[in-house]
């Protein structure tokens, strides 16, 4: 029998997707133009070092997804970290926006230290946090709906964030500190509001599903995800996607300095080129949000996999739109904005839906359950991707001649145009075809589960 979950449980799930993602755009959005503007770092060795620390955090995923669902407590296998982790998670993003009186050496280091220990604790509450959904009910619709909250939360810390990040800065700022310290102070904020967050998802859930098997080998699961076609698909196309976006949220306040910079717009008069960026970010992510309410009437309506391939085709389309127009188009820029946000939103919760669609298939397979090391793929996926996208976006701005805070050259202007535009729409058009593989269809997944609650119902007689 299918679980039904409550709303009060929908919405503590999407409270720790607030909390996570209202760090993680800090990150894709902040962090690069932190270091190479207010730390001096140069977008090369930025970019390397986001690439050079990603080979250890992507044995870090599946190794925690490994360790999840090997854990077993009163509280069950994936919540309890939830809390364990969630006073680290903060500390540590703070540690990441602080900058300590080294050298131009030290303070690289200091950002290969911190950035690794972030992406570690990153990975440490936010694997299970993922495959939660994947225990809390084995309802397909359900699933979709919790994805849809969970994105709700997610785009809902994202818009406070961007919506509130400038007048902190500015109100830090202005109560005298420096800029390293203001980012400081206000990533803070957020890791207190962060912390709350992840307990109340602690509090406000249950784990449900039970495998048919729990006593499992680790090289088993293993070899399962390595013979899982569809995973790999899911993986390729979910590191498209976080591409997609982690090259437009790394370039939108470069865009918005270096290109649109300060704009007078009628009826409303003279705005500052970061006012600009932040209004342009939060309009980014209540859009995508639209999209997360849109996922699942459409995909009900026509399924997930078309609705996917649908979607980032035309995020790819409207992307290439965005690079023809000119600083002074902010009608344009903004509802070209709108169109993308939307049709990128609607992927999100396909996404997660998807790897518990996954994690279904390969227990029907195999009649062993690796929830945790399924779900590992996504925040896998997710951090590739977004690190991917931060390193390309620091090589692609060194390649076109990038100078901090200075004058930009035509030919770097047209680069950081190429990178929140052209650039994104490729990662947009390869995720739609790594999508026309996935074999996974809604009425095949109905005949796996039914066969699957037939398979559990005898394992408990």
């Known amino acids: 029998m299918n679980q039904a979950i409550q709303l009060k449980e929908k919405i503590g799930y999407g409270f720790g997707d607030f909390a996570s993602s209202m760090f993680w755009k800090i990150f894709s959005m902040f962090l690069m133009i932190y270091y190479t503007d207010v730390v001096e770092l140069s977008p090369a060795s930025v970019g390397t070092m986001l690439l050079l620390t990603r080979l250890w955090d992507g044995l870090n995923d599946p190794l925690m997804g490994i360790i999840s669902d090997r854990t077993n407590t009163s509280k069950g296998k994936f919540r309890p970290y939830l809390l364990w982790v969630a006073v680290p998670f903060g500390i540590i993003g703070v540690l990441t926006f602080s900058t300590p009186s080294l050298g131009p050496s030290g303070k690289l280091i200091y950002a290969y230290i911190t950035y690794t220990l972030m992406m570690m604790v990153y990975t440490a509450i936010n694997v299970p946090y993922s495959s939660l959904m994947g225990v809390m009910t084995d309802d397909p619709n359900e699933r979709t709906s919790l994805a849809s909250f969970r994105f709700i939360g997610a785009y809902s810390g994202g818009i406070f964030m961007t ?31 962060a912390a709350f967050f992840f307990v109340m998802t602690y509090l406000w859930t249950r784990e449900r599903v039970k495998p048919l098997n729990d006593k499992t080998s680790i090289w088993k699961d293993i ?103 000119n ?75 990038f100078e901090a805070n200075a004058e930009q050259s035509s030919e770097s202007i047209k680069g950081i145009k190429m990178i929140i535009s052209i650039y994104p729409a490729v990662g947009a058009a390869v995720s739609a075809l790594f999508i026309l593989l996935y074999k996974l269809s809604d009425k095949y997944m109905l005949k796996i589960l039914d066969e699957l609650k037939k398979q559990r119902l005898k394992s408990k007689a």
Not at 164 to 181: H, K, Q, T, V, W
Not at 262 to 277: F, R, T, Y
């Open 327 to 401: 600083a002074d188009q902010i009608g344009l820029i903004f509802l070209l904005n709108i169109f993308i946000g939307i049709t990128a939103g609607i992927v999100l919760p396909l996404i997660w839906s998807m790897y518990a669609d996954i994690a279904d298939y390969s227990e029907w397979k195999t009649g062993r359950r690796a929830t945790g090391l399924v779900f590992s793929s996504s925040s896998m996926s997710q951090k590739m991707g977004w690190t991917l996208g931060g390193a390309i976006t620091g090589w692609l701005l060194a390649a076109y001649g």
């Open 223 to 325: 070899k399962d995800l390595g013979n899982n076609a569809q995973w790999f698909i899911m993986l390729g196309a979910g590191i498209a996607v976080l591409i997609f976006n982690s090259l437009r949220d790394g370039s939108i306040m470069y865009y918005f300095k270096y290109f649109v910079k300060d704009q007078s717009i009628p009826m409303i008069g003279e705005v500052k080129w970061d006012k600009l960026a932040g209004a342009y970010m939060t309009i980014w992510l209540a859009t995508n949000m639209i999209g997360v309410l849109l996922a699942k009437p459409v995909s009900s309506r026509i399924g997930k996999k078309k609705t996917f391939i649908l979607a980032m085709l035309l995020a790819s389309v409207f992307s290439i739109g965005l690079y023809w127009l």
């Open 163 to 193: 919506a509130s990040i400038p007048y902190l800065l500015d109100f830090f700022n202005e109560m005298g500190s420096s800029e390293a310290s203001s980012y400081q102070y206000t990533v803070s904020v957020y890791a207190i509001v």
